[in-house]
């Protein structure tokens, strides 16, 4: 069974995301949010530095036309190109958190370490969000990595680390092939 929560061991060792296109309504409550975010936020963070932020898209219409006028601005050939794959990335799942990088470039904590942080906060808002019953997936993509789609929902100096997409599973769970343990793990010393 995927996503088993009968345990906290049991979720961790089951836990599967789910595809944005497939997640349906309900997603989480204001009280549901406030816990994933609480929980996201007790992330690992060196020097208390906060490297994250957790911006909520609650306006779908804008987001799409934003990744729209980004992808044409950084594509000389978009022009005639159908992007109605951008719009239904904007509308996938009830909820969708970008979760944006915020390093403090002072600051003498390396700049990896507060990515990786910010990578942290991504994962344990999976686990909030899969441990209260819903489907979560963190998704990067093209608009990920674009500046104008990180300026237009981000503050000064940061970057998309994910969109979190939230919502209840629509459609069965598959697992995906995981590698054997002993290709991932070597003992040192």
């Known amino acids: 069974m995927l996503n088993d929560l009968s345990s906290p061991l049991s979720l961790l060792t089951t836990r599967r995301s789910g595809k944005p296109r497939d997640m349906v309504a309900p997603g989480p409550d204001s009280a549901q949010l406030d816990t994933i975010l609480t929980i996201a936020a007790r992330t690992p963070d060196h020097k208390k530095l906060v490297p994250w932020r957790f911006v909520i898209i609650d306006d779908r219409e804008k987001f799409a036309t934003l990744l729209a006028d980004a992808f044409r ?4 050939a978009a022009e ?14 009830p909820m ?4 944006m990088s915020a390093p403090d470039a002072l600051s003498r904590v390396p700049l990896w370490e507060q990515e990786l942080s910010a990578g942290a906060a991504c ?9 209260l019953g819903f489907v979560a ?9 674009s500046p104008i789609v990180a300026a237009g929902i981000g503050e000064a100096g940061e970057r998309i680390a994910g969109f979190l997409f939230i919502g209840t599973t ?6 995906r092939p995981r ?3 002993e290709l991932v ?5």
């Open 137 to 145: 997936a963190w998704i990067t993509g093209w608009a990920a990595f």
């Open 179 to 181: 590698p054997p343990i």
């Open 96 to 99: 969708l958190i970008a979760v």
């Open 80 to 93: 005639g190109v159908d992007l109605g794959k951008l719009t239904a990335f904007a509308h996938d799942a």
């Open 73 to 76: 601005a950084e594509r000389a």
């Open 170 to 175: 629509g459609a069965p769970l598959e697992d």
């Open 185 to 189: 793990v070597r003992h040192w010393g």
């Open 123 to 131: 994962m344990n808002l999976l686990h909030a969000a899969h441990a």
